[in-house]
């Protein structure tokens, strides 16, 4: 009996057909990071469990229940459920933090958390990030979020909110905490079991639960606005007027937490009710410790991370269209096999050109190769015989129009074909205008 394998639950093929997608929104996060100055970096894949445990949070659900982790030769790696830690331990590791601040970087990569699959919510997914380390002062925040904000509106995606919040500092948290905890305290019987633990360890991660009872109870909690210090409320208030300088609409939304403990005053949430409940298709915020609790010097940070899936969702669901321009330029029809070395070189002459030239490679007659060149959407079919292979000259003919034009198969061929080929794109391009 034949064994079908499937792909695991929440992970995602990506075909061929799908691919322009993916290139066309890659192609928008990286050029519009360019502009911001961030550049690429590529990290592992797996890391040391560790380094989730000690950035993301020993409370948070991405480390108590999502973590894919396995131990191998005696050391335990988990396979990374975000790109923050990963991309921080990369600068640290390679003195990126030593070099002219800010120090700016992006990503795209896939990450992997144990969740129950749905739409939006996958185990293996892919987020565009982007770090920024070295500034700690609010116009920072502004150009991060402003990048965030032109890449939303570059992808042509509408009806996104932006939420900012603060969460203050360690300083101003601490006097939160309390409060957090006599509030949570009263209620105690009704939390969750992971909940109760973090009552004692960190009351805020329990208003980012996502069990209907504690999320019921949490409504009314404490807000950590009442609560910030005068330099985090300062550096709210700069923030808000930055983006208000720069016509970025927000609103001020007290119960965004964030799902990871390295937060710290800033942070904020790109959502839209386009594609469903998962909505949030950006997330980020500041993280001033994060590199100090991962034993480097003291370096204010902030970043961001959008969900790939999510923005193609959004992008799906809201009719926006992906650029798809690779199409076949020739299709090269032997009669017979004797004439197939030459469509060969043919072909290679127009390939060393970036032409997507195809010749028969599966024996297909002469009537079966038309109908394929069709499927491809060839732009021009040549059909080779002797005749023409001997006489060095054939008829080229153009698919859309079905207009035919004598074309010599010397070596004047790549440049006639070239001339006639970007002559018959620019005509699409008046047709369109
Ligand atoms: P959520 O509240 O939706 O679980 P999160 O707070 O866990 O999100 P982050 O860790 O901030 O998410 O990740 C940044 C972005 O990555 C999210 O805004 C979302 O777009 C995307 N993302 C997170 N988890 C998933 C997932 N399981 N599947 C698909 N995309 C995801
Ligand atoms: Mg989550």
């Known amino acids: 009996m034949a064994l079908t394998i499937k792909r695991p639950n ?217 609560y910030l210090c005068d330099e985090c409320s300062d550096h709210f208030e700069k923030l808000k007027s930055y983006l208000d300088n720069l016509d970025i609409k927000y609103t001020v939304d007290p119960k965004i937490v964030r799902g990871l403990d390295y937060y710290t005053k800033t942070v904020f949430e790109f959502v839209t009710t386009d594609i469903g409940a998962q909505g949030t298709v950006c997330g980020g915020g500041r993280y001033d410790g994060l590199i100090e609790q991962l034993g480097g010097q003291h370096t204010p940070a902030l970043g961001f991370a959008m969900g790939l899936e999510r923005l193609i969702l959004t992008m799906e669901n809201q009719g926006i269209s992906f650029e798809d321009n690779t199409g076949c330029s020739l299709y090269i029809a032997p009669m017979d096999e004797t004439v197939i070395p030459f469509a060969m070189k043919l072909a290679k002459s127009l390939r060393d050109e970036g032409f997507w030239v195809e010749y028969d490679t599966v024996g297909r007659g002469l009537k079966a190769q038309m109908k394929y060149s069709d499927k491809l959407g060839a732009a021009f079919t040549i059909v080779l015989g002797d005749n023409e292979v001997n006489s060095k000259t054939a008829k080229l003919k153009n698919m859309k129009t079905g207009e035919q034009l004598d074309i010599k198969l010397d070596d004047t061929f790549v440049q006639n074909f070239s001339n006639i080929a970007i002559s018959d794109m620019f005509d699409d391009v008046i047709d369109n205008i």
């Open 10 to 226: 929440g992970t995602e093929d990506v075909t061929p057909k799908n691919i322009h997608k993916w290139l066309t929104v890659e192609r928008i996060v990286k050029e519009t990071a360019s502009g911001y100055g961030f550049k690429e970096i590529r990290i592992p894949t797996f890391e040391n469990t560790e380094l989730f445990q000690r950035s993301v949070g020993e409370t948070t659900d991405v480390v108590q229940k999502e973590m894919y982790s396995v131990i191998a030769k005696e050391t335990k790696f988990t396979l990374r459920p975000e790109g923050t830690a990963g991309t921080i331990r990369c600068m640290m590791q390679n003195g990126l933090l030593n070099e002219a601040m800010p120090q700016k970087v992006f990503y795209v990569l896939s990450c992997f958390r144990h969740e129950r699959p749905q739409a939006g919510r996958l185990r293996e997914f892919h987020q565009f990030g982007v770090e920024m380390a070295g500034s700690a002062l609010p116009s920072a925040d502004a150009d991060v979020i402003s990048m965030a904000y032109d890449i939303i509106n570059n992808l042509g995606i509408s009806n996104v909110e932006l939420k900012i919040n603060s969460i203050g500092c360690p300083h101003c948290r601490a006097e939160y905490h309390k409060a957090l905890k006599a509030y949570f305290e009263n209620k105690k019987d009704e939390l969750c079991e992971t909940c109760l633990s973090r009552l004692e360890k960190n009351p805020m991660r329990i208003l980012d639960c996502k069990s209907p009872i504690c999320s019921d109870i949490a409504k009314d909690a404490p807000l950590i606005l009442d």
